[in-house]
Structures are given as C-alpha cells and as structure tokens.
T-cell receptor, first 112, second 115 residues
Framework: DARVTQTPRHKVTEMGQEVTMRCQPI?????VFWYRQTMMQGLELLAYFRNRAPLDDSGMPKDRFSAEMPDATLATLKIQPSEPRDSAVYFCASGVSGGELFFGEGSRLTVL | AQSVTQLDSQVPVFEEAPVELRCNYSSSVSVYLFWYVQYPNQGLQLLLK??????LVKGINGFEAEFNKSQTSFHLRKPSVHISDTAEYFC?????????????FGAGTRLAVHP
C-alpha cells in the first residue's frame, strides 16, 4: 500500500530550537510539495520540487525555513530558529507530473 | 494568480439529507479544479477532479460536482449524506499552464452530519 510517510507525527519544542520534518514520497513520484495548515490561514503552499529541483518556495519565510530533497526518497523541511507562530500541521504531498497528489498524514508542530 | 473562495465555513445537515458545498474560484487562465476531503487527524484525500470534458464530475463516496465556467464555480453535492461524511472539505485550483499538481486551496468547509 503506497503512501507518503511523514516524521515526526507530533513535535513539541521550545522557541529558538531547530526543527526538521521529513517526508518519504511514494516511490516513482517526481513532484513533492510542502503545505502548512493553520486555523487562521488554512492550507498554504510553502514549497515544491520536481525531479528533486526546487521550483517554487515563494510561500516560505526565507529567513528561517529551508526545504531540500537530498535524494528521491527524502524531502526535508527545516525551521531554524522556530517561533510560536510556526505552530501548525505541515503536510507533504507527492505525485507524478499530470497526476493526482497524495498527501501524508502530517506533522503537527507545537512551538512553546 | 488563482484564488479559491469557499462560501460556507460550516454546514450542518441531518443524515440522509442532500448537501451542497459551494466553491468559487478566480483565475486569469484556464484551470483544473479539485475537491479534497480531510478526516480528523488525517491528510487530504482526493474526492474528484475536473480536467476537461463533461462539466458534471462524479467522485468517490457518492459525491459529484459541476463546473460552471460562466459563474466560475465548482460546487460539490451529495444527494443523501451519511454520518461518516462528517469531515472538512477543501476546494482547490491549479493553473493548467503552471502544472497539474500545484494546488491552491480554499479555506475549507466543515460538514457536520447529525443523526
């Protein structure tokens, strides 16, 4: 049963700490997306990759957020330093160009 | 740029009643349209999509949606809802030229089905 796997599912950290969220896309998928979900802003597109190359990260706060794909099986989203306003659920999704997007179950981040 | 407006943040309905969740979009270019469902503590799951062709699209779980280009709408309907349909529903749009996958979501509509 192919699915997008995200870790950690839950993370509580203190302001100023570094947070790294990981995503394993479905094997064979060449597009990977990071979304952030909050009550106030809904689902926001943070960044996306095609064939491991970043295509658009305009939705991401550049000073503290970074997204990478070290290889085809791993995408990472890093926040350094974290702030309370970063508390949200972060979703990774993968797909093939021209096909359906499949979402992971999300990483719920709480920054105290 | 595209945007999506979901006109109702919450829709309460009784079991076996019909329901319509409204979605309007704004775009200067041709778009693809989608509806996703999110159950508590889960990711999003595709319900249905409009790419081209027939404006009436049928999806999973008995849902359907109609694309209306003149009204820039893509409302979701189900003739008879079940308790299990209680969830958050998101309308989304993607720019045909920019890529099928890059989705811009609406704020969501919480459907609450009561017995």
């Amino acid at each position: 049963d192919a699915r997008v796997t995200q870790t950690p599912r839950h993370k509580v950290t203190e302001m100023g700490q570094e947070v790294t969220m990981r995503c394993q896309p479905i094997l064979g998928h060449n597009t990977v997306f990071w979304y952030r979900q909050t009550m106030m802003q809904g689902l926001e597109l943070l960044a996306y990759f095609r064939n491991r190359a970043p295509l658009d990260d305009s939705g991401m706060p550049k000073d503290r957020f970074s997204a990478e794909m070290p290889d085809a099986t791993l995408a990472t989203l890093k926040i350094q330093p974290s702030e309370p306003r970063d508390s949200a659920v972060y979703f990774c999704a993968s797909g093939v160009s021209g096909g359906e997007l499949f979402f992971g179950e999300g990483s719920r981040l709480t920054v105290l | 740029a595209q945007s999506v407006t979901q006109l109702d943040s919450q829709v309460p309905v009784f079991e076996e009643a019909p329901v319509e969740l409204r979605c309007n979009y704004s775009s200067s270019v041709s778009v693809y349209l989608f509806w996703y469902v999110q159950y508590p503590n889960q990711g999003l799951q595709l319900l249905l999509k409009y790419l081209s062709g027939s404006t009436l699209v049928k999806g999973i779980n008995g849902f359907e949606a109609e694309f209306n280009k003149s009204q820039t709408s893509f409302h979701l309907r189900k003739p008879s809802v079940h308790i299990s349909d209680t969830a958050e529903y998101f309308c989304a749009v993607s720019d045909r030229a920019g890529g099928y996958n890059k989705l811009i979501f609406g704020a969501g509509t919480r459907l609450a089905v009561h017995p």
